[in-house]
C-alpha cells in the first residue's frame, strides 16, 4: 500500500509520473462516450489491440468493448508502480479499463511487455488460442521511440528528423513556453533506417505471420494500423521526415498484408490515417505541439474537433464496424483526417501559422488548452479530482 499526494511531474514534453484518479476518470468519460445498447452477444468480436493503453489504441479498446461488446486482448508496455513510484499513465487506464470491464462483465485480456518481442508475440498467441480461438479485428497501434530487433538484437532508436534538407519552422519550446525559429538537420542514412525499423511496418508483418501460421485469423478477419499525414506545415518534420517514410513503410506492408489475407481468409488489412491529437507521442515532434494549439482553435470553434475515443467511435461505427465495407481514398486509406484537413480548417491554421509568433501565440493559439490536454493524458487537472488528497498508487492490472 502507498497513499500519496501527487503533483505532475513535467518535463518539457515528459510527464513522468500519473494520478491513479485521474487515469480512471479519463477513462470513465471515455467509456460514457462509447457506450451503446448492445443488441445481442451472439457474435461477440475478439479483438487484438496492440498498444492498448493510451492515446488511440486505448480509444479503440473502449470503443470496440462497450460499443460492440467485444472481447478484447490487449498488449502494452507500460511501468507498473513501484514504492513511492506511480505507475505509468497507460498503467493506470489498464487498471481503469479492467476494472470497469469487469463490472459491466466484458472479458478483457492484457499483457504488459514488449510487443516487438518473440516472447510477447507468443504469449498472446497462447492467450488467444486459450480463451478465444480466432480474431477478428487486429488494431495496430503502437507509437514507441526503440525497438530491439527480435531476429538481430540490434536496438534500433527513432528518430524525429527531415529528410534531404533541413526543416525550417516554428516551434514551441515546451520547457520554457516559448515560440521561436528552429532549424532540425536531415537525418543520416543510418537514423532513416533505425526510424523505419522502429515505426515501420516489420514488426506488424510479424504477427502477421504468426497469427497466420497458427490459423489465429477468423475468416474475413480485418487489420488496421494507424497514420499520420497532416498538412504542409508540419511535413517536412512529419509526411516526408523520418517518421513519413516509417509509416510509408508500414503502409507498403499493409497491402501487402491485404493481398495475402484476401487470399488466405478473405480478410483486409487497412491504414486509418487518424487526426493530430494530444498525445505522449505527438508531443515529442517538434512543430506539432504549436500546429495542434492553432488546429484545435479552429476546429474547437467550428465544433468539428474530435478526441481519439470521437475518432475510433466513428471509425467503428463508419468505416469498420460489423457488416461495414469501408470507404476508403484513391490509395485505399481510410481518411479520420478528413475534417483536419478541410479547405477551410487548413486555410485558417495557414492564415494563423504565418502570423504567430512569441507575442502573439496565447491568441493566435490554444496553448493553455494543449497544455490542459497534455496534463489530462497523466490524469491532472480532471475536474472533480481532489488533488490535494491521498490516493493509493499501488494499483493492480489482472495481466497474465
Ligand atoms: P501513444 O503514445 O498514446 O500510445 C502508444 C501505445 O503503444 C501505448 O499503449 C504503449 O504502451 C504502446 N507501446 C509502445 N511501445 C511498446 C512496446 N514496445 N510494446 C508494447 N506496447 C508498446 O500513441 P498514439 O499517439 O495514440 O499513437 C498510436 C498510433 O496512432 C501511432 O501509430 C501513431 O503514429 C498514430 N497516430 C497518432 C496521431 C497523434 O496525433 N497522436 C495521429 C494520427 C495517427
Sequence with gaps: MSLQVIGPKIRGFICT???????????????DLAKKD??????TPNILVIGASTGYGLASRIALTWGYGANTIGVFF????????????????????????AQDKFTAISINGDAFSDQIKQKTIDQIQEHFGQIDLVVYSLASPRRIHPKTGVDHRSVLKP???????????LTNENVTDITIDPATNEEIADTIAVMGGEDLSFWVELLLSEDLLAPRANIVAYSYIGPQITDQIYSSGTIGLAKADLEQRINA??????????????????KAVVSQASAAIPIVPLYISILYQIMDAKNLNEE???QMIRLFSEYLGPDLVPM??????????????????????NEKWSLVNNDNFHELADFEGYKKSFRNLFGFEIDDVDYGQPVETEVTIPLV
Excluded at 509520473?17 to 467509456?31: D, E, F, M, W
Excluded at 529528410?163 to 519550446?173: E, L, S
Excluded at 476508403?328 to 491554421?349: K, Q
Design 17 to 31: 509520473n500519473a494520478h491513479p484518479t485521474g487515469c480512471l476518470k479519463n477513462v470513465q468519460s471515455q467509456i
Design 38 to 43: 448492445i443488441e445481442s452477444t451472439e457474435n
Design 78 to 101: 507500460e511501468r507498473p508502480p513501484s514504492g513511492n513510484k506511480t505507475g505509468s499513465t497507460g498503467y493506470y487506464n489498464s487498471a481503469a479499463f479492467h476494472q470497469m470491464a
Design 163 to 173: 529528410v534531404g534538407d533541413p526543416c525550417i519552422g516554428k516551434t514551441i519550446d
Design 257 to 274: 498484408i491485404d493481398t495475402r489475407l484476401l487470399d488466405q481468409i478473405n480478410g483486409r488489412a487497412y491504414l486509418s490515417v487518424n
Design 308 to 310: 481519439p475515443i470521437d
Design 328 to 349: 476508403v481514398d484513391e490509395n485505399r486509406r481510410i481518411r479520420m483526417d478528413d475534417r483536419e484537413l478541410r479547405s477551410d480548417v487548413v486555410a485558417e491554421v
